[in-house]
Structures are given as C-alpha cells and as structure tokens.
C-alpha cells in the first residue's frame, strides 16, 4: 500500500503482495478515519450502522448454540443466518465482511443482501458453491474464495463488475 496524504483520500493498493482483508480493512480504514469494525455479532449488534469492517475470521459466532439444530455446537450458519435477517438492513455502512477460516459449508442467504459490501473473504473454509445471488453485490471490488472446494467456477462471476478481484488458489478447479 503506498501511503498518501490522508486528505487525498485515495488509496492505491499493490496487488502484487496479498493483503489480509484485517490488514486491507485497517489500511482502509486508517486512510478514511470513520466507521468501526467489529469481530463479534454481539458487537455490531451495538449500533450496526456505525459497523464498516464486520472481521468473523475463526469466530465462535459460527458455533451453534440452538439445541434443535442437527449442527449444535458445531459448526454451522443459523445463528448468522438469523441474525443478518434482523440486522442486515441496519448494516448500511458495511463496506468488508471476513467469515474466513469457520469450516463452512454454506453462506447463509442474507450474505447476498448485503449490497453495500466492497469486500468478502469466504476463504479457507469448506464451500463446494456460490450461488448466482453473488451477483446481487454490485459494489463488491474483492472476492476471496481461497482454499475451498469449489471444483467449478462460479457461475455469478459471469455477471460481475470486471473490476472485481477474485481469489481462487488453493481449489479443485
């Protein structure tokens, strides 16, 4: 990242280091000065239009605590499902979300709601597929999909804005 005066306001990002969207969203975040980021479901339920950086990377948030659920305490995405029903309207500043390294197997469909979104890292996690909602995400700029098991490439990717950057390493593609 080559550093500017803050009152330029632009930023300028070498894509040729990755960047951890952690490092990507503080770099960012630094550069505009505003919105908060959050690494718990709890804590953007505080004031969910105030969350920029929505960091869920290894989170427990992911571990089931509904007792009727096949996956309790397991691994699974019904508690975010839930929760972005109720909350994903009032996330109109959400600009990153990190849900990287959780075991998923599924992006609950609220995700595909979320249009503000300029970053998503579903890597590191257990996907075989994205839905063509993906396309729903008109701002997103990077898709971080690494180290799944996507064994064709989304269909979605079709129809999205040719400046996205999309991460597909460490796939059976």
């Given amino acids: 990242v080559t550093d500017l005066p803050v009152s330029t306001g632009l930023k300028i990002v070498d894509m040729s280091v990755r960047l ?3 490092r990507w969203s503080s770099v960012s975040a630094a550069v505009r ?6 690494t718990s479901l709890r804590a953007a339920s505080l004031d969910p ?3 920029e950086t ?8 992911f571990v089931c605590t509904n007792m009727v659920c096949a996956k309790f305490n397991s691994v699974c995405v019904c508690k975010l499902a839930k929760w972005l029903f109720q909350t994903g309207p009032a996330l109109v500043n959400l600009r990153f979300l990190n849900a990287s390294g959780n075991n998923l197997d599924v992006i609950p469909d609220p995700v595909w709601s979320l249009t503000t979104l300029e970053s998503l890292d579903l890597s590191n996690n257990r996907l075989t597929e994205i839905p063509r909602e ?3 995400l008109t701002n997103l700029r990077h898709l971080n999909l690494s180290n799944n098991c996507l064994d064709t490439m989304p269909e979605a990717l079709g129809h999205m804005s040719k400046s ?10």
Avoid: E, F, M, T
């Avoid at 996205?164 to 593609?173: A, K, M, R, T, Y």
């Fill in 33 to 38: 000065g505003r919105k908060r980021s959050v």
């Fill in 164 to 173: 996205l950057v999309v991460s597909l390493d460490g796939n059976p593609l």
């Fill in 134 to 136: 993906l396309a729903n």
């Fill in 49 to 51: 239009a105030a969350v």
């Fill in 20 to 22: 951890s969207l952690a």
């Fill in 54 to 61: 929505l960091d869920l990377s290894g989170s427990k948030d």
